[in-house]
């Protein structure tokens, strides 16, 4: 019979199986290439799984379709890359620099944005990407330093501004990002195919590290009010980027890809994993050994401390009003923390989560959670996330730790360091969003 932390543990790995490329990989290319490929076929990209995703393609490749004419390069995340790649690689992996764009990620861009620019009439370009590529490919438009890039990030994640809304600056002065990638390759004649790993809510390809091959509704003007809304135009190092979103309004730079435009027939973008095909897989686990699952969806956002005091109180009123004995609540989605400056902080937006819910649940009898980023780091440090079960909360009991003092401090790993209670996969080498369970075991 399976414990509380083994079935946590168990159901984050039903999750990281179905994202994992080398797993999802082999049937998608057998479906999307029936007749296989022949001739010269790019391979680019960037992502926490690109490197995954490129072994996985190679392997195909070399399986499959003799006649194919497979080469490029790929940008991980550093540590990132697969630990006994095939050999002989045609796709060359750099590792770079995330959340914090470096010299490494820029170079390697730049390459990428050469080889793209080098295809010949009827040359495949496949695109791989996945979460982290934002970062990965910071090559931006003219004027605009790598500094600046780094601080705008910094800036961003301090103040807990959503993905959706960083992404939307980072298109508008980015040199790959909002579809320009692809409006490169097709301006030689050739077809692009990108194969995506979301990690957003709503697995929209053009959200997914900035979409570079996927047309954007976002405008200048959007980026501008973004930006304007958590004040970056009063920070020193910013200026250049507030003057380009600027002077794009004024239509002096050109716009990101649109959907109306022509070539968006030459370009195809297919989402082929995502977090709600893992949220699917660790509910159907759950179900075999007894549950009642309530899926609460894909799609959670806000602040981690508010989003775990909400589930506290559905939980709650779930267990007035059930009788069922064992009930299990999963979600994903991506929560927030803001920090103020002054503060440093420790841990992340899912072992913050977890913490708060701790909190809020102290009365409840047979709970257990587990909390945890699927890409294998939880915010600032190397853990995944975190998880209580009923041991963990006999020992915070003995301890005397006072979880205020952490969560007011952002201090959420170091309170599960001090329970053991950390989760550590290591780069997992995908990446589809956050994923929560909580489980009652009235019986416990």
Avoid at 399 to 421: M, P, R, S
Wanted: glycine share 8%; charged share 20%; proline share 4%.
């Amino acid at each position: 019979m399976l414990t509380a932390n083994q079935i946590l543990h168990e159901a984050f790995q039903k999750v990281l199986a179905v994202a994992d490329p080398q797993k999802s990989m082999p049937a998608l290319l057998a479906e999307i290439f029936p007749n296989g490929i022949r001739g010269n076929c790019l391979v680019v990209g960037a992502g926490k799984a690109s490197a995954s995703m490129g072994d996985a393609f190679e392997k195909f490749a070399q399986n499959n379709w003799p006649h194919a004419n497979i080469y490029g390069q790929l940008v991980t995340r550093y540590g990132h890359d697969v630990q006994n790649p095939i050999p002989h690689r045609k796709i060359t992996i750099i590792e770079a620099s995330h959340p914090y764009p470096d010299d490494a990620g820029l170079k390697a861009s730049i390459a990428i944005m050469q080889l793209v620019g080098n295809l010949q009439e009827n040359d495949l370009c496949v695109v791989l990407i996945s979460g982290g590529g934002s970062s990965l490919l910071p090559f931006t438009a003219q004027d605009i330093s790598i500094e600046a890039l780094q601080k705008l990030t910094q800036e961003l994640l301090r103040c807990g501004a959503p993905i959706e809304e960083i992404n939307i600056i980072r298109k508008h002065i980015s040199a790959i990002q909002g579809g320009r990638l692809a409006q490169l390759a097709t301006s030689r004649n050739a077809r692009v195919m990108a194969l995506i790993i979301s990690d957003v809510v709503g697995d929209r390809a053009s959200d997914i590290a900035s979409g570079p091959c996927a047309p954007d509704p976002s405008t200048y003007d959007d980026a501008i009010q973004i930006f304007e809304k958590y004040q970056l135009q009063t920070q020193v190092g910013l200026t250049a980027v507030h003057q380009y979103l600027l002077q794009g309004r004024q239509g002096l730079h050109s716009e990101t890809l649109k959907a109306e435009d022509d070539i968006c027939e030459q370009i195809k973008n297919i989402v082929f994993a995502t977090a709600q095909k893992g949220l699917e897989a660790a509910s159907a686990f759950c179900r075999t050994l007894g549950y009642e699952v309530h899926l609460l969806g894909d799609s959670i956002s806000g602040e981690s401390q508010e989003i775990a005091k909400n589930h506290a109180a559905l939980i709650r009123e779930h267990l007035i009003n059930s009788s069922a004995n064992k009930i299990a609540w999963i979600s994903g989605g991506e929560t927030t923390v803001t920090i103020p400056p002054e503060m440093i902080g420790r841990g992340g937006r899912c072992s913050e989560y977890l913490l708060a819910l701790m909190e809020e649940t102290l009365d409840i009898q047979g709970i257990s959670a587990l909390a945890a980023d699927t890409d294998g780091i939880d915010g600032s440090e190397n853990n995944a996330g975190a998880y209580f079960d009923r041991d963990v909360r006999d020992m915070y009991l003995a301890k005397g730790l006072k979880i205020q003092h952490y969560l007011v401090n952002h201090l959420a790993y170091d309170f599960f360091e001090k329970l053991h209670a950390l989760v550590f996969t290591g780069p997992t080498l995908t990446n589809v969003n956050d994923f929560r369970i909580v489980l009652i075991d009235r019986h416990e």
